[in-house]
């Protein structure tokens, strides 16, 4: 069974830090990943999705990079600002019938201080 | 271009009350997807639809749960009797590929409080 862990729960930077969060999966069967933000009271809003057989994807300051053999995704933030202060979630895309169905991490609890 | 609608936003209820929630998605999106959303977890898929048709409703609880998506355009997902535990936020996306190769947009959810 597919399993999403994002590491760090919760992380606090001040405003302008280079930063990093993690997520693995247990199976590399994946059909694409991708990384959402959430608000506090709001939906998600898809971020940047990479597809199994890609390295990285970029947009503006984020970055995100897959490692399908080692079950491993990173999103780079890059200068941080207040405004980027949410909940950031990774989900893998199972490469079975299942296609398309995501399983989410629990997600990584940002707060950048001004 | 609208995005993904949902209503309500709010919904309390008593115990052993039914209850219904409504999406709209994305124009042209063949793809809609529910999911559920406990405090401090993620989301966790109740249904998929391709077009009308619900492709892997194996997560749905049948016993109360139910989910319709009339014309393959607009869903409903219903719950009867609620109960506590199904105290919750109620995603709804969509996607324009089958298969979902492709982005999931959310809506803002409703978010269910059964007492």
């Known amino acids: 069974k597919q399993e999403v862990t994002q590491i760090p729960a919760a992380l606090s930077v001040p405003e302008g830090e280079n930063l990093v969060l993690n997520c693995s999966f247990t199976d590399s069967a994946i059909y694409n990943l991708q990384w959402f933000r959430q608000d506090p009271g709001k939906g998600l809003t898809s971020l940047l999705l990479i597809q199994s057989s890609q390295r990285e994807q970029t947009s503006g300051r984020l970055n995100a990079s897959l490692d399908k053999s080692s079950g491993r995704s990173t999103l780079y933030i890059a200068a941080s600002q207040p405004g980027d202060s949410a909940t950031y979630l990774c989900?893998?895309?199972?490469?079975?019938?299942?296609?398309?169905?995501?399983?989410f991490g629990k997600g990584t609890k940002l707060s950048v201080k001004p | 271009e609208a995005g993904v609608v949902q209503s309500p936003r709010y919904k309390i209820i008593e115990k052993k009350q039914p209850v219904a929630f409504w999406c709209n998605p994305i124009?042209?999106?063949?793809?809609l997807y529910w999911y559920l959303q406990n405090l401090g977890q993620g989301p966790e898929l109740l249904i998929r639809y391709e077009n009308e048709e619900a492709v892997d409703d194996s997560q749905l609880p049948k016993d109360r749960f139910s989910a319709e998506r009339l014309k393959g355009v607009d869903s409903t997902l219903k719950i009867q009797p609620a109960e506590l535990g199904d105290s919750a936020v109620y995603l709804c996306a969509s996607s324009k590929l089958l298969g979902g190769t492709d982005t999931q947009y959310f809506g803002p959810g409703t978010r269910l409080t059964v007492l």
């Open positions: 124009s042209g999106h063949n793809t």
């Open positions: 989900a893998v895309s199972l490469g079975t019938r299942s296609q398309g169905n995501l399983i």
